[in-house]
């Protein structure tokens, strides 16, 4: 076992004894060391004889446990420090602040609403005329014309040609209905009068002979009476008296012949005083109907070709802008194409889906704003949805736009319906603070600001609508908000 010998360890100790004497620290961790270190410095300083070994780890076992006595204090007393310094930096005020209280004001009630613009009447122009080539164009997109102005003509050569058959046939019915109407020639017209003398005179005859054939019956009847009476005397014979009365019986025919011959010339008479009046008048009514007829269809085929004629003609159904053309030379047209697209009138409207809620407190009439972000324009409201969908719960309103507002077609837009005044939580302009497009204020709440999210509805000069986020009369920091951070101390000045 190795000893070290009594003045080697009175050395050592004095060396330590005189580092602790002469070193502030030293003594400092000396006062601070505990009550079984200090019973090793005793152990140490009697004068006993211990190995070399015992003594070494004794001396470095304190003076670990003297350095980590030291370091453990220094720490403890710098955590307390720094403990003591964040109490006293948190009651300290990062800035002096206003405050406002959030309350209810009257703000405008404005509905805010999105939608495309579009053509209010839009008009698809075609024509019926089917398998004919477009000859001409006369308009392009974006001319502004008049009712009636020829826009595109079609190829009508055939049924121009067809026109004029029609015509030809129209112009021959009409001259036929002048012959049946109107009455013969004079040298005709004297024929007829004569024959129908003719038949007069005839008629006489037959009623002469007539009167004669009766005389002579009535004179048989007497001779054949006369001559019974005798053959009854005896006067005459039997032969006479029968001969008397044949002669009696054979009157009685010719008379009845008398009678037919003379209802015949009766009805010749009548016959021919028909043609005089007719060659007087014109032909027969029968006639006449057949060639009015006639010349009433050719007229209706004249005037269907003229009107296929017409539907050649593309023609601008009102005034209007053209916005689409669909008509080219030398295309074949078919029935039902449309070969233009136009605004009736240039009229022009947004026509925008809108809640139930807010369709109910919209009325004809009410003024709007409509903007792109670039240009503006001031329409009103024309015609609100009668009904709401019954899955979104969305009407439609339909709003009137100028044309000469320069908004075309398929923009979108945003509109604006100002519908009075309304009562909403407001706050100053100047508390409100953004980040990218998320708002909102702070409130101090027991000195201390609070950073709370809000929603922003209508500003109105220096107020802004907060639609949530906080509630009435919370107190919003106005002036030096953006100078905070969330929980940051701060000082209320007046």
Known sequence: MMTLDPKSEQSIYSSAQQSSE???????????????????????????????????AALTAIVVIGSASVAGSVMISKSAQNAAGAKTAKTVPVATVTVLPAQMAPVPDVLELTGSISATDPLSVGSSAGGLVIT????????????????ATLDSSVLRAQ??????????????VVKATQPNRPEDIGSFEAAYKQALADVQNRRAMLDQAKASRILAQNNAVRYANL??????????????STEATTTGSTVRAAEDNLEAAQYMAQQAANRLEMARQGGRKED????????????ATVQQIRAQIEQTIVRAPDDGLITKRFA????????????????????????????????????NGQPAEISDGIRT???????????VDTSTRLGTVRISIPKESQFKTGMFVKGKIARGQRNALVVPNSAVLADNDVYYVFVNENGIAKKKQVTIGARVKELAEVNSGIAPGEQVIVAGAGFLNDQDPIAVGQ
């Open 22 to 56: 002469t070193d502030p620290s030293s003594r400092r961790v000396s006062k601070q060391l505990p009550g079984q270190l200090k019973g090793v410095f005793t152990t140490i300083k009697s004068p006993l004889r211990r190995s070399s070994v015992a003594v070494a």
């Open 136 to 151: 001409q164009v006369n308009v392009e997109e974006g001319d502004y014309v008049k009712k009636g102005q020829i826009l």
């Open 163 to 176: 026109l004029a058959a029609a015509e030809a046939r129209l112009q021959g019915a009409g001259a036929s």
């Open 231 to 244: 053959f009854k005397e005896g006067a005459v014979s039997e032969m006479e008296s029968q001969t008397k």
């Open 288 to 299: 006449v109907t057949i060639s009015r007829a006639t010349a009433n269809e050719s007229a």
């Open 328 to 363: 080219h030379i030398g295309d074949v047209s078919s029935g039902g194409k449309t070969l233009f697209e136009m605004i009736r009138r240039g009229e022009i409207e947004l026509k925008a889906q809108v809640s139930q809620e807010d369709i109910s407190r919209l009325s």
């Open 377 to 387: 324009a001031k329409g009103k409201v024309f015609q609100i949805s009668p009904t």
